[in-house]
């Protein structure tokens, strides 16, 4: 389920039009080759979250906004996209339902060549359908 997770957020993440205007790709990983600002899935790890009757997956999964500027705020409005993005997914997906989606912590970081980094990192319970 946690791979299912992954292709469904990114296919959710890129089918955003407002999201698409501000962001040149959204990648499961760090694409080979794009320019900024990107989103990529940074990394994901599952444990099991079975119930009575159904399969389940808790999956700690983060994402990774790249951008670039000099004022610390730049990118707050694409990143806060995003999150309310991750926060609207569909509850219904293929193989699976969403139980919750709970938020756990971000970070924000400068880096070399005046570029910026934010990762976000949620919880997401699963159950098999």
């Keep these: 389920m946690e791979t299912l997770l992954r292709a469904a957020l990114v296919a959710w993440l ?3 039009p407002s999201l698409a205007a501000e962001i040149n790709t959204v990648a499961e990983e760090a694409p080979s080759r794009a320019s900024l600002p990107w989103l990529g899935v940074a990394a994901s790890a599952s444990a099991d979250w079975s119930v009575k009757g159904a399969a389940g997956r808790e999956v700690r999964i983060a994402l990774e906004f790249h951008f670039r500027g000099d004022d610390p705020a730049a990118g707050a409005t694409i990143a806060q996209a995003i999150e309310d993005r991750i926060a609207a997914l569909p509850r219904t997906q293929d193989g699976f339902d969403v139980a919750s989606i709970v938020f756990l912590r971000s970070r924000v970081e ?4 005046n570029t910026r980094a934010a990762l976000v990192e949620y919880r997401v319970r699963l159950l098999a359908t």
């Design 14 to 16: 890129r089918a955003d």
């Design 110 to 113: 400068q880096r070399s060549g």
